[in-house]
Each structure stands twice: as C-alpha cells, then as structure tokens.
C-alpha cells in the first residue's frame, strides 16, 4: 500500500459524458502527478501540481483539466469522453517537486467509455 | 526528455541476483535516474532512484557507471513477487520545482520457479 488512494476504481461511463477522478496524497506529500496508461501508449504523464499549483504540463488534452485542493487532493475532470479516453488512470504523489524526489502511485481509476 | 534503452525482456531463475541493464547516453548532470515497476493491472511502485553513487534500499541496488551513461538494477534474490515490468527512466530536476517522469516500455522481468 503506497498510502496513495484513488476513488473510484472503476468507471463505465458514455461518449460524451464528463467524469470526475478524485486523488488522496500520502501524507506530507505536497506535490500530485496524474498519468494516463493505455494499452497502445505506455504510461503518459498528464499534469503536476505542488502545493495547489499547477507545475507541469504533459500530454493532457484540452478536454482534462485538473485542479489540487487547499488539503492537497487532487481532481482531475475528463469531459466530452470519447472511446479513446478509455484506459488506467493513476496519481501519484511526492514530497516535493523536484527530480530527487521519488513518486508514489495509487492504484489507479479504471475508465470505460462506452 | 533524455531517453533510456532497456531490453525488452529477460528470464531470473528465483532465488538467484538479477541485473538489469540500463542505457542513459545523453545523461545531462542534473538528471537523476529512477527506476519503477509495474505489475499487471497495478500502479507503478517506486523501487530507487540515484544521481551519482551507487545506491541502496531495502528492495535493491543501483549501480550508477562512472560516466553516468548507464545504470544496473540488482536485485540480489529474485522472488516470483519480483516478476514484472521494470522502468528506468531520466528526470531532470527544474529550478521551478516541477518534473515528470517519461516512462519507455521498460524490462519485462520473468522469474522462473
């Protein structure tokens, strides 16, 4: 157990549709990653944030945002879903923002657009 | 974001020192390197990570060349828990406090009974 949670595990949703991942840090982490792993693309870094703000930007459409709470979880809202938004969605989290620290992955939220 | 090259799959009997390979030629100084693995269907999970010197945890070594260009994962008595895919990944470390790491397809480690 990586002390990372991540609710749900799993989501079966529309095309179309908009959904909401919701992220719980360690404790002490202060910065949060979200990755997107599909079967065609390995696993893709999304978005960092550290400490409610927004740090780095990977391969994230403009359809995903995501934002880091006052109490440090994290979102991260996908909308307008088409059928290749299906994949494992992971957090992770630090605990700080820099290359020496190492992360810690949650288990991961699992979406099916149907 | 530097690159890594890693076989695509190696064999472990159990009980026995695995070591896995790992090439980093564009190594810039500030990138360390971190290696993760992944078993099916789960989150990556962190094993060590390192900039220069050899590194150890409770999980495994790092060997780090002196030249930065590669790095060895030992791992000193293969279990069946050990099976899974093994990342080694650059992370370059910013004066603005962000990173990420940029995952490859990594090693598929089998551990034979």
């Known amino acids: 157990d990586s002390g990372v949670t991540q609710t749900p595990k799993h989501l079966i949703t529309a095309t179309g549709q908009r959904v909401t991942l919701r992220c719980s840090p360690r404790s002490g982490d202060l910065s949060v990653y979200w990755y997107q792993q599909s079967l065609d693309q390995g696993l893709q870094f999304l978005i960092q944030?550290?400490?409610?703000?927004?740090?780095a930007k990977g391969n994230i459409l403009e359809r995903f945002s995501a934002q880091q709470f006052p109490d440090l979880h994290s979102e991260l809202n996908l909308s307008s879903l088409e059928l290749g938004d299906s994949a494992l969605y992971f957090c992770?989290?630090?605990?700080?923002?820099?290359?020496?620290?190492?992360?810690?992955f949650g288990p991961g939220t699992r979406l099916t657009v149907t | 974001d530097a690159k890594t090259t890693q076989p695509n799959s190696m064999e472990s009997n159990e009980e026995e020192p695995v070591h896995l390979p790992c090439n980093h030629s564009t190594i810039s100084g500030t990138d360390y390197i971190h290696w993760y693995r992944q078993l099916p269907s789960q989150g990556p999970e962190y094993v060590i990570h390192?900039?220069?010197s050899n590194v150890n945890n409770r999980m495994a070594s790092l060997a780090i060349a002196e030249d930065r260009k590669s790095s060895t994962l030992i791992l000193h008595r293969a279990t069946l828990r050990d099976a899974a895919v093994y990342y080694c990944?650059?992370?370059?470390?910013?004066?603005?406090?962000?990173?990420?790491?940029?995952f490859g397809k990594g090693t598929k480690l089998s551990v034979i009974p």
């Open positions: 990944i650059l992370s370059t470390h910013s004066g603005a406090g962000s990173y990420q790491l940029t």
């Open positions: 390192g900039l220069t």
């Open positions: 992770a989290s630090s605990v700080g923002g820099g290359a020496r620290y190492e992360q810690y």
């Open positions: 944030y550290y400490n409610g703000e927004e740090r």
